[in-house]
T-cell receptor, first 111, second 117 residues
Framework: QKEVEQDPGPLSVPEGAIVSLNCTYS??????FMWYRQYSRKGPELLMY????GNKEDGRFTAQVDKSSKYISLFIRDSQPSDSATYLC???????????FGTGTKLQVIP | KAGVTQTPRYLIKTRGQQVTLSCSPI?????VSWYQQTPGQGLQFLFE???????NKGNFPGRFSGRQFSNSRSEMNVSTLELGDSALYLC????????????????FGEGSWLTVV
């Protein structure tokens, strides 16, 4: 079983829809949670960073962490065609341990 | 502030050859990590260097090696290339020390696309 599980999609939604992207994890030592966006043939770019459970909002993006369920989510409101990309969840434990990534969910927002 | 720079961006090698990839981290960052990305396996951690010392290591064979220089620039080397080594190799930099906050997470370069034929 992988430490981080993420549905690969693809997920196809109409423009303006609310998108929900999710990851589950098995390692209870993970404390820091990140979401990256990766456009085709580009490196991943950091979208959101959270520590501990709860919600964090940044513009149209909301990251949610539920440590008791080992479940994290990224919500995108008013989705745009420019949001079409692969979204990767990532997490790390304390100290300077390696970052573990999900396999990514491919999102397509249709105009 | 310049981002993470990786060279070369694209390269084609023959099975059995070796390859060296280069990474210049964000100015002031002392930690450099390397990842391999393939469609089937996603992003897999290779190793991390901090202040010229390997601090973390993933589960890759010894054919994959790296090093970091005093200016924090890093190189990774793959010897005796196999077809399965074809992948996007990503370098990521971070401060590597201090408070664990959003600024202390990792930032990626554009990657080096390696094709082994």
């Amino acid at each position: 079983q992988k430490e981080v599980e993420q549905d690969p999609g693809p997920l196809s939604v109409p423009e303006g829809a609310i998108v929900s992207l999710n990851c589950t994890y098995s390692n209870s030592a993970f404390q820091y949670f990140m979401w990256y966006r990766q456009y085709s043939r580009k490196g991943p770019e950091l979208l959101m960073y959270t520590y501990s459970s709860g919600n964090k909002e940044d513009g149209r993006f909301t990251a949610q962490v539920d440590k008791s369920s080992k479940y994290i989510s990224l919500f995108i409101r008013d989705s745009q065609p420019s949001d079409s990309a692969t979204y990767l969840c990532a997490m790390r434990s304390g100290g300077y341990q390696k970052v573990t990534f999900g396999t990514g969910t491919k999102l397509q927002v249709i105009p | 502030k310049a981002g993470v720079t990786q060279t070369p961006r694209y390269l084609i090698k023959t099975r059995g050859q070796q390859v060296t990839l280069s990474c210049s981290p964000i100015s002031g960052h002392r930690s450099v990590s390397w990842y391999q990305q393939t469609p089937g396996q996603g992003l897999q951690f290779l190793f991390e260097y901090f202040s010229e010392t390997q601090r973390n290591k993933g589960n890759f064979p010894g054919r994959f090696s790296g090093r970091q220089f005093s200016n924090s620039r890093s190189e990774m080397n793959v010897s005796t290339l196999e077809l399965g080594d074809s992948a996007l190799y990503l370098c990521a930099s971070s401060p590597g020390q201090g408070n664990m906050d959003a600024g202390n997470t990792i930032y990626f370069g554009e990657g080096s696309w390696l094709t082994v034929v």
